[in-house]
């Protein structure tokens, strides 16, 4: 890839797991309940037939990771883990009471924080909580993100008897001054026993997690890791780009010096090299950022195009409904998004009151619907087209003129009714969804509150 591309569109951008993006969103004047009639509706039109998905934010960890971005709680006192599980089962239950008609549950993933942090015997009262008050769709798929240094077999089993059957372990980098840079000490004997474990007791899915632009990481690091990742040959893989947001996340990613982080080209090269070092290891690239093995279901949905992108990242099945539960976690009925309170006291607060814990989100209109289409398209099968009037809008040729650049560059195919991504404008697809992005273009940030887009 030229050097002189990467200079060019390496700029602020947003990661497209939502349209309108979250800054976008209101706060004051979000209308809650609004947003409770659009769910209802959604749920309605959805549940009977292909259920619903359930996020569960287990925000706790027992240390600081200096490049997470994720909302947690750093402590080494587990006594929190009970009166948090009680908080989010009752959360549940005042969705389930509100929306009157038995959810049937297709999805549930447990992110974090480290959910793993909890123990299998907490975790089993959460989804058996969960599960007596819902009905289970047919193929439903339950997963959850592990830390190789404190996920036990005992974990593993426990989740497993309860119908988890995918697993997704941090791994980001082996080079053991990357991981002291930020602070996740983690040997591959580690990742090595938890995935054996994983497969030992029978998980159909296990995925590993891959960052480059890490402090102190290069291109030999980069390599390396694949290498060793390989070894394990997990079943898909997320490789994607540190988000170097100090000025957001504060202290946390303070932990080395902006100069300590890889840059532009050096940057690019970790992701083209290890990109064509992952496919000549029989990984398919889907998506922005994921790769998988042919016998993976993310692999068989991409292909199918019915591959979907939502707050859970790439999921192999679309709901129209997600339930988000936990501090900060997002809803999203597809005609609008919500967010829970981010801080641990005011989510109790708000539940203490038999409150639902929402503090902001966004109703979406007739032209942020059409807009989410076109980015989706672009996340999940890198093209989109305007052949249906619902898909055209006023501002199409303006966009469609601004690509024409993208286009000469060689990142994109612009076709009467639709527009294809290039196979060296995969890496610039945050870019592409830009230029669709009408909230963007009509009202940037003041601030900068965006990574870089490569």
């Not at 922005?288 to 991409?302: C, I, K, P, T, V």
């Not at 859970?312 to 976690?329: E, N, P, R």
Request: negative net charge; proline residues 4%; charged residues 25%.
């Amino acid at each position: 890839m030229r050097d002189s591309l990467i200079q060019k569109y390496n700029v602020p951008g947003p990661r497209y797991t939502s349209y309108p993006t979250v800054p976008y969103w209101e706060e004051a004047q979000f209308a809650l309940e609004q947003w409770k009639q659009t769910l209802k509706t959604s749920f309605a039109e959805s549940n009977s037939t292909e259920g619903i998905s359930l996020y569960i934010h287990l925000p706790f960890c027992e240390s600081l990771c200096t490049f997470c971005g994720c909302h947690k709680r750093v402590t080494k006192k587990h006594e929190m883990e009970q009166p948090y599980i009680q908080a989010v089962l009752k959360e549940w239950s005042l969705y389930c009471e509100w929306l009157e008609e038995k959810p049937r549950i297709k999805e549930i993933h447990l992110g974090g924080g480290t959910p793993t942090f909890f123990s299998p015997a907490h975790l089993t009262q959460l989804i058996e909580g969960i599960l007596a008050q819902a009905e289970i769709a047919e193929q439903y798929e339950f997963s959850f993100e592990g830390h190789p240094n404190n996920t036990t077999r005992e974990h593993l089993q426990a989740l497993y008897d309860l119908g988890f059957r995918r697993v997704s372990y941090g791994v980001q980098d082996y080079n053991e001054t990357v991981q002291k840079a930020i602070h996740r000490i983690q040997p591959f004997e580690h990742v090595e026993q938890v995935t054996q474990w994983a497969r030992e007791i029978g998980y159909s899915s296990i995925s590993h997690d891959l960052v480059f632009g890490l402090p102190f990481q290069n291109l030999d690091d980069v390599l390396n890791t694949i290498d060793q990742t390989n070894r394990l040959r997990p079943d898909r893989l997320a490789f994607y780009s540190y988000a170097h947001v100090p000025w957001i996340k504060g202290n946390g990613q303070r932990g080395f010096k902006d100069h300590d982080v890889p840059k532009d080209e050096i940057k690019r090269q970790c992701y083209e090299e290890g990109k064509n070092k992952l496919l000549a290891q029989g990984y398919h690239e889907i998506g922005m950022d994921h790769f998988a093995l042919e016998s993976d279901a993310m692999y068989q949905s991409f292909q199918a195009g019915i591959l979907h992108r939502n707050f859970m990242g790439y999921t192999a099945s679309k709901t129209q409904v997600m339930i988000g539960l936990g501090i900060s976690s997002i809803s999203d009925s597809w005609y609008s998004f919500a967010q829970n309170e981010k801080k641990l006291e005011d989510y109790y607060a708000r539940l203490e009151n038999n409150e639902l814990p929402v503090y902001r989100g966004h109703i979406l209109s007739a032209e942020d619907l059409m807009i989410r289409r076109h980015i989706l398209n672009l996340m999940c099968s890198f093209q989109t087209s305007w052949t249906e009037p619902d898909m055209q809008f006023p501002e199409l040729a303006e966009v469609l003129g601004q690509l024409e650049e993208m286009q000469d560059d060689g990142l994109l195919k612009i076709g009467p009714q639709s527009l294809r991504v290039t196979e060296q404008g995969k890496a610039f697809v945050r870019n592409i969804c830009m230029a669709f992005d009408l909230h963007l273009k009509r009202r940037r940030p003041e601030s900068r509150i965006f990574s870089m887009t490569i």
